[in-house]
């Protein structure tokens, strides 16, 4: 079936969409991008997504494209009529199309905003949240601004393949000897009865799913410590774990072929994913 997409105002079959090669999104990757799950077709954190990308295209010198209500009734739209019940809902918005130049464009210029849906069916009931994952360490040559959620994503892709190259399913990145992030999750482990995770700042993506779930552990009387960790740390932790918008809490029980505790997903994960799922559902719009 042809997917209904939205390109600059425009509900379209997606064979009939079309952006300007001259688009600084595809010239210079000069563009902002968020990722909101549906379950139930109800979007879930939309506000969190929202925020976020008002965030991106702030640091980068962009304004937000239609304010908050009006994104949300294209986002709605979407997936009622892609009829997504559990999938996606990705959104771009670029600096708009000009005559290649480093230099940006008239402030004037008209930005390119694009969404499209991806259906998922057993996104919530994920078999490999009942058998974990398995991730690689890679360095970290990403640029300094991984809090802003761009497009430049050419590093994590190849992260990915490298991962798979191993017969992993991803890669965890690594800086100055301490772990980042995933190639598009936020990571964790757990030692003793404290969740791990690396503090905010420029270094990382600021995960949607990374606020939601730690308000849920820390309302959960779980002991939680934002502060970066080793790669030897995360070998020799009792558990792990990845979070992002499509994945929600997904376990980790192998890192560089080396099995994280007994080698099956912990407690922790375990319950995480359960009460988000739970809150998620709750509070989805």
């Not at 001259?22 to 929202?50: I, P, Q, W």
Request: net charge negative; proline share 4%; aromatic share 6%.
């Amino acid at each position: 079936m042809t997917r209904t997409v939205y390109v600059n105002g425009d509900y379209l079959p997606e064979d009939r969409a079309t952006v300007s090669v001259f688009d600084r999104g595809f010239l210079f990757a000069d563009a902002v991008y968020e990722v909101t799950s549906v379950l139930d077709g109800r979007l879930l954190d939309f506000a969190g997504h929202a925020a976020r990308l008002e965030r991106s295209l702030n640091e980068l010198g962009m304004p937000m494209p239609m304010d908050r209500d009006a994104l949300l009734d294209v986002h709605r739209r979407l997936v009622d009529e892609n009829g997504i019940d559990e999938g996606l809902v990705y959104l771009q918005v670029t600096r708009g199309a000009a005559d290649r130049d480093f230099a940006y464009p008239d402030a004037d210029t008209p930005q390119t905003v694009v969404l499209f849906t991806q259906a998922k069916p057993g996104l919530a009931d994920n078999p490999k949240a009942r058998e974990g994952i398995a991730v690689v360490t890679i360095p970290d040559q990403r640029w300094g601004r991984r809090d802003i959620k761009t497009v430049q994503l050419l590093y994590p892709s190849m992260g990915k393949m490298a991962a798979k190259a191993e017969g992993a399913d991803d890669a965890w990145m690594v800086e100055d000897g301490a772990v980042t992030e995933g190639t598009s999750n936020n990571a964790y482990i757990v030692r003793g009865d404290t969740i791990i995770t690396r503090q905010l700042g420029h270094k990382i993506l600021h995960g949607i799913t990374r606020k939601a779930v730690l308000r849920l552990a820390r309302e959960a009387q779980m002991k939680v410590e934002e502060r970066a960790f080793t790669v030897d740390e995360a070998r020799g932790a009792d558990e792990a774990f990845v979070t992002s918008a499509s994945s929600f809490v997904m376990p980790v029980v192998r890192i560089d072929g080396q099995p994280i505790g007994d080698g099956r997903p912990g407690r922790v994960a375990t319950r995480l994913r359960e009460i988000y799922l739970d809150e998620a559902r709750h509070t989805a719009i």
